[in-house]
């Protein structure tokens, strides 16, 4: 994770570094110091170096101290003997911010080939986004109907947009969003995640826009009278429930995954393990073979992580950040719910068929 994010004789300092108390220093986007994983090292680590000037060689150094719980990182930076700069970072400065990735070094042959290439990438890749877009109109078409492959379409577009508006309120870089042909949609960022507050955030985001879909729409059903819009809340709520199982990789596993990997005792672990075992015989007794199978890689994958937790490259979350996301994945998952069971108590054949669904 990004530790420090700052500037340091007019260069850019940066910090990277773990909780088995790896860290690497970066100045001006070079490696100048690497300390090595040491879970008994106190919390104050020195990093020492040396930089050329017109009066010759100054002896530079970097003061960390980390307090993980609440955390906070401290540092002191100096050049010659003298206190250049002194500051500190919180949990908030940390989720308020991506970690930075080094420019790829690049060769200097034909500048203007490159450009133009670049440029033809560009473009390829809006048409790749535009022939996935129609590749999936036209399979969710020959499945059902154009009315219910625009209405799917739509529901999804709405749920990953959630995951971008997520994306860009952290400052990540965004690609857009790929629909892709039976399987769903994806929202795509190269950048990293520093928190596991981030990954939190932008994971239920997506259910909680298609919440908000599902209640207009419910409420567009009230005042209107028109029936569609009731099957669009119904079905976009479904689909949003789905997409909060806890199951890699769906939303839902991922949120699941932030917590878990956050805990720092083993009940927090046995919970988690217990409530994914319990998921797997719920999907048994119900002969959703394939679900529960994903269901327990996804939970293989998650013991196997919290025990590699203190090697993370990203920060956990404190017992708040804990809490609040379970509350509002489970209020998350109780709207959709309650969207389902209204309109099923409606009388209409077509609105009790998401329930219908939900209860098979």
């Known amino acids: ?41 106190e919390q104050e680590r020195v990093h020492c170096f040396k930089l050329q000037s017109d009066q010759g060689e100054i002896e530079c150094e970097v003061v960390v101290e980390v307090n993980w719980q609440p955390f906070l990182v401290k540092y002191r930076c100096s050049a010659g003997g003298s206190v250049v700069l002194e500051s500190e970072r919180n949990a908030e400065d940390m989720a308020s911010s991506t ?20 440029f033809k990438l560009l473009k390829s890749a809006k048409i790749f986004k535009a022939l996935l877009a129609m590749g999936s109109l036209a399979a969710y078409s020959w499945l059902f109907s154009l009315p219910f492959a625009v209405a799917l379409i739509f529901c999804l577009v709405v749920h990953e947009y959630g995951h971008i508006r997520a994306m860009k309120y952290f400052g990540m870089k965004t690609k857009g969003i790929y629909l892709i042909p039976f399987i769903g949609g994806a929202a795509v960022s190269d950048a990293k995640l520093n928190t596991r507050w981030q990954e939190v955030v932008i994971s ?41 199982l806890p199951i890699l990789p769906l939303d839902g596993g991922h949120i699941l995954k932030s917590i878990a990997f956050s805990m720092h005792s083993t009940a927090g672990l046995v919970l988690c393990v217990l409530g994914a075992a319990g998921g797997v015989y719920l999907c048994y007794a119900f002969h959703l073979t394939l679900l529960g199978f994903l269901l327990a890689i996804g939970s293989i994958e998650i013991v196997m992580e919290w025990r590699n937790r203190k090697h993370s490259m990203v920060l956990p979350l404190d017992r708040y950040g804990q809490l609040f996301s379970t509350v509002w994945y489970l209020l998350t998952a109780i709207g959709l719910i309650a969207v389902i069971v209204v309109l099923s108590n409606s009388g209409d054949e077509l609105l009790t068929l998401p329930r219908m669904i939900l209860s098979s």
Do not use: K
Not at 103 to 114: I, K, N, S, Y
Not at 231 to 243: I, M, S, T
């Open 99 to 118: 970690p930075e990735t080094p420019a790829p070094v690049r060769t200097q042959f034909g500048f203007a080939g490159l450009a133009s290439l670049g």
């Open 204 to 244: 239920i985001m997506g259910p909680t826009w298609g919440l908000a879909l599902s209640c207009l729409a419910l409420l567009g059903w009230w005042v209107t009278g028109e029936t569609w819009l009731a099957a669009l809340a119904g079905f976009n709520a479904l689909l949003n429930l789905f997409n909060l």
């Open 1 to 41: 994770m990004e530790l420090i994010n700052d500037s340091f004789l007019g260069q850019a300092l940066r910090l990277e570094g773990n909780m088995a108390g790896w860290q690497r220093l970066y100045l001006g986007g070079h490696p100048i110091s690497q300390l090595d994983a040491d879970t008994a090292a």
